[in-house]
């Protein structure tokens, strides 16, 4: 099969024990000429980074808008910055940290402003590097399309499920999971002003 990279991001990979060090090695000498790798020093940390930056996945997914629409859209980058804020401060109460990348430092960043600040420096960033006319949707998204199953559990559903064990509320990783579950089970988008009337009424 081909295997089609649509961002220029690196595959990260990492030891998440010490006695997987040599084969992790071997790995990316393996994929080296094939895809730009990464070895990074502490994957768990990589991994709750790498959550942290999907959490929106649902936000496409539910509403069936790629992302360079979605996140210019100014209630769904509002909701997007929101989700991320309480995923970063339920994971770190959690006893779970980011890494030192420098998309960790923005969503540390991001949890620590009080919530309007935040969303007016980040919510119109949060695109990126996806032009309004892409059509580029997540892999949530694409799973959905595909007939596949959902991911959402193990991405909102982390959350809520870190938010359940320490006692934190998660109403805007729970609500997006609650909704997405819904879109999987009926196909049926929702529009921006559907989903953030169904996030308002949890909060």
Same mark, same amino acid.
């Given at each position: 099969? *081909?295997?089609?990279?649509?961002?220029?991001?690196? +595959?990260?990979?990492?030891?998440?024990?010490?006695?997987?060090?040599? %084969? *992790?090695?071997?790995?990316?000498?393996? !994929?080296?000429?094939?895809?730009?790798?990464?070895? *990074? #020093?502490?994957?768990?940390?990589? %991994?709750?980074?790498?959550?942290?930056?999907?959490?929106?996945?649902?936000?496409?997914?539910?509403?069936? +808008?790629?992302?360079?629409?979605?996140?210019?859209?100014?209630? !769904?980058?509002?909701?997007?910055?929101?989700?991320?804020?309480?995923?970063?401060?339920?994971?770190?109460?959690?006893?779970?940290? +980011?890494?030192?990348?420098?998309?960790?430092?923005?969503?540390?960043?991001?949890?620590?402003? #009080?919530?309007?600040?935040?969303?007016?420096?980040?919510?119109?960033? +949060?695109?990126?590097?996806?032009?309004?006319?892409?059509?580029?949707?997540?892999?949530?998204?694409?799973?959905?399309?595909?007939?596949?199953?959902?991911? !959402?559990?193990?991405?909102?559903?982390?959350?809520?499920?870190?938010?359940?064990?320490?006692?934190?509320?998660? #109403?805007?990783?729970?609500? !997006?999971?609650?909704?997405?579950?819904?879109?999987?089970?009926?196909?049926?988008?929702?529009?921006?002003?559907?989903?953030?009337?169904?996030?308002?009424?949890?909060?």
């Amino acid at each position: 099969g *081909v295997v089609e990279q649509n961002t220029g991001a690196r +595959l990260q990979l990492g030891a998440p024990f010490p006695e997987s060090t040599a %084969r *992790v090695a071997s790995v990316v000498e393996l !994929l080296r000429n094939a895809a730009r790798t990464e070895v *990074v #020093p502490d994957i768990a940390r990589s %991994r709750w980074t790498k959550l942290m930056a999907n959490l929106n996945n649902a936000i496409m997914t539910i509403t069936g +808008l790629p992302i360079g629409k979605a996140l210019r859209h100014k209630g !769904l980058a509002r909701l997007a910055v929101a989700t991320i804020r309480e995923g970063v401060k339920t994971a770190q109460r959690g006893g779970h940290r +980011l890494d030192q990348s420098g998309r960790a430092r923005t969503f540390r960043l991001m949890a620590l402003l #009080p919530g309007r600040i935040s969303a007016m420096v980040f919510a119109g960033r +949060l695109a990126g590097s996806f032009p309004p006319d892409s059509v580029f949707g997540p892999s949530t998204l694409q799973s959905l399309r595909r007939g596949s199953t959902s991911e !959402l559990d193990y991405l909102n559903g982390e959350i809520v499920a870190v938010g359940e064990r320490i006692g934190r509320l998660t #109403p805007y990783n729970s609500g !997006l999971l609650q909704q997405g579950r819904q879109v999987f089970a009926t196909h049926r988008y929702l529009m921006p002003e559907e989903l953030l009337r169904e996030i308002r009424a949890l909060n």
